[in-house]
C-alpha cells in the first residue's frame, strides 16, 4: 500500500488549506483511513478518521467544526478540508490507512508540512 499526501502548504491564520492523500495497492475491503499530525517536539496525534463503509468519522477535540475529513471510494482518496486554522495547527500531517479485512496492516504516508502564520 502507497498513500501519497498533496496540499501542504504555508497560509495564514483564519485560512483554509485542503489536503489530500491518495491510496494505491491492496488497501482492503474495510479500512480506516486518517490524518494524524506532528509538531516540533510533540508526539504524534490523531487528527481525524473516516471508515471506508458508512463513513464514520472521528475528530480530536481541538479541530472540531474546523476540519472536515472525507472520502471517494472511488478514487481511493480522502481528504482534509481545513478552515479557520491556527498557528496551533502548524505540524507534519500524515495520512493513515488501517487494513482491517480481508487483510490487515498499518500504513502511513510521507507527511506534509502545514505551517500556519499569525
Known amino acids: 500500500v502507497q498513500l501519497v499526501e498533496s496540499g501542504g502548504g504555508l497560509v495564514q491564520a483564519g485560512g483554509s488549506l485542503r489536503l489530500s492523500c491518495a491510496a494505491s495497492?491492496?488497501?482492503?475491503?474495510?479500512?480506516?483511513m486518517g490524518w494524524y499530525r506532528q509538531a516540533p517536539g510533540k508526539q504524534r496525534e490523531l487528527v481525524a478518521t473516516i471508515t471506508s463503509g458508512g463513513g464514520s468519522t472521528n475528530y480530536v477535540d481541538s479541530v472540531k467544526g474546523r476540519f472536515t475529513i472525507s472520502r471517494d471510494n472511488a478514487k481511493n482518496t480522502i481528504y482534509l478540508q481545513m478552515n479557520s486554522l491556527k498557528p496551533a495547527d502548524t505540524a507534519v500531517y500524515y495520512c493513515s490507512l488501517r487494513a482491517v479485512w480481508p487483510h490487515t496492516g498499518d500504513y502511513w504516508g510521507q507527511g506534509t508540512q502545514v505551517t500556519v502564520s499569525s
Open positions: 495497492g491492496t488497501t482492503s475491503t474495510i479500512n480506516v
